[in-house]
Nanobody
Framework: QVQLVESGGGLVQAGGSLRLSCAASGRTPSTNAMGWFRQAPGKEREFVASIKRSGIIYYADSVKGRFTISRDNAKNTVYLQMNSLKPEDTAVYYC????????????????????WGQGTQVTVSS
């Protein structure tokens, strides 16, 4: 089993920045691909970004150029730096992990991630 704990959410004004962290514990070799998803009220959970242990990164088009995902394999932690935040970024952000090196076509498929954190709220005011 893998446990994922997110932190760093909060309230920020439009144009501001936040940095989310996700610390993994337990069977950390099962965290080959780690990703961030988000879910706004009344909407489906959507892909934000992912990073493989090898360092290969994917982003959703809606966050390209504003968000940066990174990971520290020694600390089993993945980060999401969010800049130029918009009100439409408001959502609960979830960290997820997969034991598989998901390809471009699979990385946004939330069904392929085995482990999920409890989520952290991000609210962007206009």
């Amino acid at each position: 089993q893998v446990q994922l704990v997110e932190s760093g959410g909060g309230l920020v004004q439009a144009g501001g920045s936040l940095r989310l962290s996700c610390a993994a514990s337990g069977r950390t070799p099962s965290t080959n691909a780690m990703g961030w998803f988000r879910q706004a009220p009344g909407k489906e959970r959507e892909f934000v970004a992912s990073i493989k242990r090898s360092g290969i990164i994917y982003y959703a088009d809606s966050v390209k150029g504003r968000f940066t995902i990174s990971r520290d394999n020694a600390k089993n932690t993945v980060y999401l730096q969010m800049n130029s935040l918009k009100p439409e970024d408001t959502a609960v952000y979830y960290c997820a992990a997969s034991p598989n090196p998901l390809t471009y076509g699979d990385t946004s498929n939330r069904g392929l991630y085995d482990y999920w954190g409890q989520g952290t709220q991000v609210t962007v005011s206009s």
